[in-house]
């Protein structure tokens, strides 16, 4: 092996680790004027319950599908993973996955189309890492759409899995 794929594979190898890396939030006020204390928590880089409203890729609780469809998009990938970090970070984290269907076809089938977009969604975050222990996959169907318009921009909107966590 020459110098050149040596310092490429080494170069790979470094972006790759940083890319699964958590990032460390930056303070944004000023420290106290008092003296430091030795028992300043300290960051492991792991993730907590004030980081579910503040990392943008926890913040993100909407999986999207297609026009009947239960594979996850890969778009989504990266935010599944993410979600799948917090729960081994956090062992008493818990997930409901609530699946949805637009209002197109019978309730029979839009109940067991949530189910499958759910069950997809809990398969991505177990592949990812996460426990099956800790989620729940549950089925609305068409009953909970989030725009009752019968347009393609509101069916796309409601055939969706929301991300809900029960604990945290």
Partial sequence: MNNATRILLVAACAVALAACSKKVKEETTAPAATAPTATAPVDDGKYGPEDLDTVACLKTRTVYFDFDQDAVKGEFQAILA??????????????????????????????????????????????????????TVVSYGEERPVDAASTEDAWAKNRRVEIVYTAR
Avoid: F, M, W
Avoid at 90 to 110: H, K, Q, W
């Fill in 82 to 135: 993410c979600h799948a970090k917090y729960l081994q970070d956090r062992p008493e984290a818990r997930i409901t996955l609530e699946g949805n269907a637009d209002e197109r076809g019978s309730r029979e089938y839009n109940l067991g189309l949530g189910e499958r977009r759910g069950n997809a969604v809990s398969g991505a975050v177990q592949a990812a890492g996460g426990s099956a222990g800790q989620l």
